[in-house]
């Protein structure tokens, strides 16, 4: 039997025990970075998924891998939160909608902040297809409320990402409960015309 090149063994799928695995790794350190952000340590995640620390590495070769991995998952729920925002019939309460839940999610997801912020993926483009369906939706939500007239015209899609990287690094900083919804408010606020 010829040997197989590192493409092959890339596309051969995973035998069900390694899905199995490479699941647990991930429930373990969406948890993980949860809690402790990019912080996090490999051996940690190992220890929470049950699994050595060898068999992490053999599905994500690098801790920057893993950490890929769950930024692509968070991509594809925030944009499937902007898509079903997309849905409601006002437009300034879709983008509120939209605002609040990110608010939420950022003020208990310490890796979720850090991946606003210090990786700087979310809003990116170019970045992957979840994260090309997330700057999709959310700029349909911009171009509803301009359209309606209830964001300022001098907000478009570049100062509406830099203020969702300031919301992520003030979430970071609050320890009072609730304060992601203040936050939420004095940005929704500053966006009306």
Not at 69 to 95: I, M
Not at 122 to 148: I, M, Q, T, W, Y
Not at 176 to 184: D, K, L, M
């Amino acid at each position: 039997m010829p040997d197989r090149t590192p493409q092959q063994d890339a596309e051969r799928p995973l035998r069900a025990d390694a899905r199995r695995n490479r699941q647990r790794i991930l429930d373990a350190a969406r948890d993980a970075f949860v809690e402790e952000g990019t912080d996090a340590q490999m051996e940690d995640i190992a220890r929470r998924a049950g699994v050595g620390v060898g068999t992490i590495y053999r599905h994500f070769p690098t801790k920057r891998a893993l950490v890929d991995e769950l930024v692509e998952q968070w991509l594809a729920g925030n944009a499937a939160v902007a898509a079903e925002a997309l849905e409601l019939p006002d437009a300034w309460e879709a983008l509120s909608l939209y605002l609040r839940r990110g608010a939420e999610d950022m003020m208990q997801n310490r890796g979720l902040r850090q991946a606003y912020g210090d990786l700087g993926k979310l809003f990116e483009e170019g970045v992957g297809p979840k994260n090309r369906e997330l700057v999709s939706n959310v700029g349909k939500l911009l171009d509803r409320c301009h359209e309606a007239g209830v964001l300022r015209a001098d907000v478009g899609f570049a100062e509406f990402r830099a203020l969702m990287y300031g919301l992520a690094m003030a979430s970071s900083n609050a320890d009072t409960p609730g304060a992601q919804q203040i936050y939420a408010d004095v940005f929704l606020r500053g966006l009306r015309p």
